[in-house]
């Protein structure tokens, strides 16, 4: 019996039209946490 060969599926990209970047999420988190330290730094 012949088997055909073995081959990994590749994963498969999802398309990035219209889906946020990882960059947007950092952004979204990071800037409300900076301004959040700056109003509550001791002045």
Do not use: E, W
């Amino acid at each position: 019996m012949h088997y055909p060969r073995y081959r990994a599926d590749r994963p498969h990209r999802r398309p990035t039209r219209g889906a946020p970047s990882p960059l947007v999420f950092v952004l979204l988190i990071t800037a409300p946490a900076v301004v959040a330290v700056a109003a509550l730094r001791p002045r």
